[in-house]
């Protein structure tokens, strides 16, 4: 697998687009342990190899908004991966996309890069959520914020969750009630799992509306507020 795979929509999400891919049935993912977690509107990255890729890994990204993360994972997290078959992926959030998270005033996010995935290149496995945790701490490396952990019974209880969860700000956000939105959420079965099974144990939910960059991104993008020190 040379990069993150496409995520279906659950097909009850407002953000479906023209060619992504719709879940139309997620039984799977019922009566199983999974995590909601807020999918954050950044980019999609990957950091292995002493490299940080975009969604093309066919070159490492020469793109001025994963700087600061370059910058933090060559000086020291790529020291700290337990495996050197490990792939990680994340949000790179540097710059300013759809949502502003840092608006005006002294808010700033407390990292430019979130982890929501590990790939153990050596077994083509994605690593449990627990794993995922783990290799978070060693690395010190945030994750993408947990709304929820557990097993539900039935696809009302799912969908009911994450729509209930869109009605509050994002959780990287400022803490007040006019808080950054959220983008959406994305749902992950707890365990281990092949690559080659991605889209039976990933799945996500876009908000309505949600606009993606386009060519003009390049030369008029701004950069979000990182903390010192924690870029």
């Not at 794993?131 to 993408?144: S, Y």
């Amino acid at each position: 697998m040379e990069k993150y795979p496409r995520t279906p929509h659950f097909h009850f999400s407002p953000g479906i687009g023209d060619d992504d891919l719709v879940l139309h049935s997620f039984e799977h993912l019922i009566g199983q342990e999974i995590v909601i977690t807020e999918k954050l509107d950044g980019g999609n990255c990957c950091l292995k190899d002493g490299h940080v890729f975009a969604r093309s890994h066919s070159a490492p990204t020469d793109n001025l908004w994963f700087s600061y993360t370059k910058s933090m994972y060559r000086s020291v997290v790529q020291y700290l991966v337990p495996n050197p078959a490990f792939a990680l992926f994340g949000e790179n959030m540097e710059a300013v996309h759809s949502i502003n998270y840092t608006p005006a005033g002294d808010y700033a996010l407390p990292s430019s890069f979130f982890l929501f995935g590990v790939l153990n290149r050596e077994t083509n496995d994605f690593l449990s959520w627990d794993e995922v945790v783990e290799v978070a701490q060693m690395t010190e490396l945030p994750t993408v914020p947990l709304l929820f952990r557990g097993t539900l019974n039935h696809c009302d209880q799912l969908q009911q969750l994450i729509e209930d969860g869109m009605k509050s700000p994002s959780a990287i956000g400022p803490t007040d009630p006019q808080g950054a939105p959220r983008e959406g959420f994305v749902v992950r079965t707890v365990d281990r799992f092949s690559a080659d099974q991605f889209d039976r144990h990933v799945a996500k939910f876009v908000r309505q509306g949600h606009v993606q960059t386009n060519d003009d991104f390049r030369h008029k993008w701004t950069r979000a507020k990182i903390r010192a020190g924690l870029a």
